[in-house]
């Protein structure tokens, strides 16, 4: 059964300062992995998908790396601002299925 | 562009009634899906459909049923609803892997069962 895991499970930063969010699977046979941003009440918006055969994806600010060798992932958010401030989840794909982690939310202060 | 449409987006109900949960999806996916979420647990996959006419348990089936009426639609039903069942749920969609596999969300369903 896959295991997903997000540490810290909370963040909270002063405006400007990059974002460093892990995420870590348990088993590296996997089709893909993508991240999710998720606003309070709110459904999840995928930010980054990145396919098994790539290294990393890349969306304006947002940067995400995958290693599947050591089951990680890391998304990185540079220079953060107050609009930032929400949960975010990475989900693994294995087969049809998604497996979620619980999430860090992340606060930005101005 | 609608995406997914999940209706009703708020219920409450009492222990025992029943309600249907109704999803649908106008990106011509073939994969559907039916998460949970509850507080400090991420999403838990309670069924999906692979394709028209197939549904497969997920994680956390027990006391749902599906129904994937064609392919834009795939409904979940509670038929006996349990204070367990309060949670916010979500249906979505994608292409199967190992196509693309992007997950798309609709905005959510709460559900309290009193």
């Known amino acids: 059964k896959q295991e997903v895991t997000q540490i810290p499970a909370a963040l909270s930063v002063p405006e400007g300062e990059n974002l460093v969010l892990n995420c870590s699977f348990t088993?590296?046979?996997?089709?893909?992995l993508q991240w999710f941003r998720q606003d309070p009440g709110k459904g999840l918006t995928s930010l980054l998908l990145?396919?098994?055969?790539?290294r990393e994806q890349t969306s304006g600010r947002l940067n995400a790396s995958l290693d599947k060798s050591s089951g990680r992932s890391t998304l990185y958010i540079a220079a953060s601002q107050p609009g930032d401030s929400a949960t975010y989840l990475c989900?693994?794909?294995?087969?049809?299925?998604?497996?979620f982690g619980a999430g860090t939310t992340v606060t930005v202060r101005a | 562009n609608a995406g997914v449409t999940q209706t009703p987006k708020f219920q409450v109900l009492k222990t025992g009634q029943s309600m249907t949960l109704q999803c649908a999806q106008d990106?011509?996916?073939?994969?559907m899906y039916w998460y949970r979420q509850d507080p400090g647990m991420g999403l838990r996959l309670i069924y999906y459909?692979?394709?028209?006419?197939?549904?497969d348990k997920g994680e956390v089936p027990n006391g749902y049923n599906v129904s994937r009426l064609n392919k834009r639609e795939f409904s979940l039903r509670l038929e006996s609803a349990a204070p367990s069942q309060t949670s916010v749920y979500f249906c979505?969609?994608?292409?199967?892997?190992?196509?693309?596999?992007?997950?798309?969300f609709g905005e959510g369903s709460r559900l309290t069962v009193l």
């Open positions: 979505a969609s994608s292409e199967p892997q190992p196509n693309t596999g992007e997950l798309f």
């Open positions: 088993d590296s046979a996997i089709y893909n």
């Open positions: 990145i396919q098994s055969s790539q």
């Open positions: 989900a693994v794909g294995n087969d049809y299925k998604l497996s």
């Open positions: 990106m011509n996916h073939n994969s």
């Open positions: 459909s692979a394709s028209e006419g197939t549904t």
